[in-house]
């Protein structure tokens, strides 16, 4: 009777033991993955909004000549040849910068340059940008521009509205979506879910610009 | 009568038998506890340091490319006075951790990574260089190749990309201290964590 009580003391002692340790282990990878989303988030921040304040970097009327691509790293090459010179250089920014935790990333392909956005008010719809002919349709960054062609005719890029209303200001916006992936690390043991990471940055062009 | 007797024996030994018991589940459970404690604390740390490191070398890639030279200087800003820039948002978040600036002088004064001074690859390498728990911030210019006379056949500029302005890169590398035990981390002494993180962003050049 004594000894049936102690061994059932024991079991149930290896029992807690047995289900404490996972679920504080499963919290612990848990709380460790947030943080490496929550890191993650910042980068793709910044690699974009430096995007988006790249494009300004080149001269307007600029136009990629034939031969031109970009980017290293973990992009396929990417063909601006005929697109504006500011697109490349937000793609040379995007890259150069969003070279830690890529192994982690899986991108959302998208138009690398886009133009003819809108934000939209009462009067006026928004609208959708359409991409650029010949922008390659495979970068991990998209960025909707304003340009001048070689022939002088003036594309528009994104009209944001709220900005000066009812006008609204030509600015530059990058977006850039990708989703988390822990299943190749050791955290997979206890993380079961895939987040996805969203970053979008506008930026305004320098009143000196080139 | 034989109730009783088991009674007394019940109340001799059961505190020592529940004593020790305890004391060992105690012993395999502290440590367990005590490694959750603290990785959960350096997630934390490490989100934190991090976040910061990517907000200031943010910072410090605008700040090498706008300013530090002339428009059409051919040469990276002083990586001190970029270091200088952003130390202090940095010293804020990175407590323990040294930070320092990768260059050496040459004849001129001057701190400025080229061709011949390229950044650290690794953290180890800062390791080696300047210690544990140091991160130096290192700023390393990029130049596109010098403009050519076309050969038959091609359109000027030539070669492609050489009428590019140059790419400036800031980075942050090295190691963050942490409270990583000796000997479970990657560092070398423990209590630190390998950090690299970079921006790179194009110059920025006005209208003449």
């Not at chain 1, 040379?92 to 935790?101: I, N, Q």
């Not at chain 2, 009428?163 to 190691?175: K, L």
Request: negative net charge; hydrophobic residues 40%.
């Amino acid at each position: 009777m004594r000894r049936s009580r102690r061994r059932s003391d024991d079991a149930q002692a290896v029992l807690e033991t047995a289900l404490v340790i996972p679920i504080l282990l499963f919290l612990v990878c848990n709380f460790i993955a947030v943080m490496v989303q929550v890191t993650v988030q910042e980068q793709l921040n910044s690699a974009t909004a430096l995007a988006a304040q790249s494009r300004f970097q080149a001269p307007e009327s600029a136009i990629d000549p034939v031969g031109t691509r970009c980017c290293g790293l973990h992009a396929a090459t990417l063909i601006t040849a005929g697109l504006p010179t500011g697109c490349r250089y937000a793609a040379e920014t995007f890259y150069g910068t969003m070279t830690t935790y890529v192994g982690l990333l899986h991108w959302t392909a998208a138009t690398l340059c886009t133009s003819g956005g809108d934000s939209g008010d009462a009067g006026n719809p928004p609208r959708q940008p359409v991409g650029y002919t010949g922008s390659p349709t495979n970068a991990d960054v998209s960025c909707d521009i304003g340009s001048i062609t070689a022939a002088g005719v003036v594309v528009r890029g994104y009209v944001d509205r709220a900005l000066d209303p009812p006008a609204g200001l030509e600015v530059v916006t990058c977006t850039a979506s990708a989703s988390l992936d822990f299943s190749n690390t050791p955290l997979a043991w206890g993380v079961f879910w895939t987040p996805t990471i969203h970053a979008q940055a506008e930026a305004l062009p320098p009143p000196f610009r080139q | 009568m034989g109730g009783e007797f088991e009674g007394v024996v019940r109340l001799r030994r059961t505190p020592h038998a529940r004593g020790g018991q305890a004391l060992l589940e105690f012993a395999v459970v502290l440590p367990l506890f005590l490694l959750c404690l603290i990785g959960a604390l350096d997630a934390g740390l490490w989100a934190v340091q991090t976040s910061a490191e990517v907000s200031a070398v943010q910072q410090a890639a605008m700040i090498a490319s706008s300013a530090g030279s002339s428009p059409v200087s051919e040469k990276a800003p002083d990586a001190r006075a970029v270091t200088a820039a952003i130390s202090g948002r940095l010293h804020s978040a990175l407590f323990g951790t040294a930070i320092e600036s990768w260059c050496a002088t040459d004849a001129n004064g001057d701190c400025a990574p080229d061709a011949t001074e390229q950044c650290p690859v690794t953290p180890a390498q800062v390791e080696a260089a300047d210690g544990p728990r140091v991160v130096v911030i290192c700023v390393s210019e990029a130049d596109p190749p010098a403009c050519t006379k076309p050969p038959p056949g091609q359109t000027s500029p030539w070669p492609t990309g050489c009428d590019d302005s140059p790419m400036i890169t800031v980075r942050v590398i090295g190691f963050v201290a942490s409270l990583v035990p000796p000997g479970f981390g990657p560092g070398a002494g423990g209590f630190e964590l390998p950090t690299d993180i970079s921006a790179t962003t194009h110059t920025l050049r006005f209208a003449p």
